[in-house]
Nanobody, 128 residues
Framework: QVQLVESGGGLVQAGDSLRLSCTAS????????MGWFRQAPGKDRTFVAA????????YYADSVKGRFTISRDNAKNTMYLQMNRLKSEDTAAYYC?????????????????????WGQGAQVTVSS
């Protein structure tokens, strides 16, 4: 069973930056498609960003394009979400997810049902 551990959440002011990290329990993260999702209280879980195993394809939600950057360091078994110019509407619990043995279209990484494993969540709160 793959374990994903998240870190980097916190309380910041609007316009500030945060970087979330997601580390896998094994040294095989290079074989996983990875993604980030978020959920605010009373709202549905929504897609934020995703990256294929080799990083050749990257996807972003329109609401974060130009502000957030997804990346991965396979040697460190870690995926990152750099969040810049944060807004109050970015406040949510952020979840990393892994798709083990991705054999289908990379575009499926934009959908939560496609993933096998999830992190515990990291709270991001942006105040104005």
């Amino acid at each position: 069973q793959v374990q994903l551990v998240e870190s980097g959440g916190g309380l910041v002011q609007a316009g500030d930056s945060l970087r979330l990290s997601c580390t896998a329990s094994s040294n095989t993260l290079s074989t996983y498609g990875m993604g980030w999702f978020r959920q605010a209280p009373g709202k549905d879980r929504t897609f934020v960003a995703a990256i294929t195993r080799s990083g050749d394809y990257i996807y972003y939600a329109d609401s974060v394009k130009g502000r957030f950057t997804i990346s991965r360091d396979n040697a460190k078994n870690t995926m990152y979400l750099q969040m810049n110019r944060l807004k109050s509407e970015d406040t949510a619990a952020y979840y990393c997810a892994a798709r083990v043995s991705q054999l289908s279209l990379s575009s499926l990484l934009q959908y939560d049902y496609y993933y096998n494993f999830w992190g515990q969540g990291a709270q991001v709160t942006v105040s104005s």
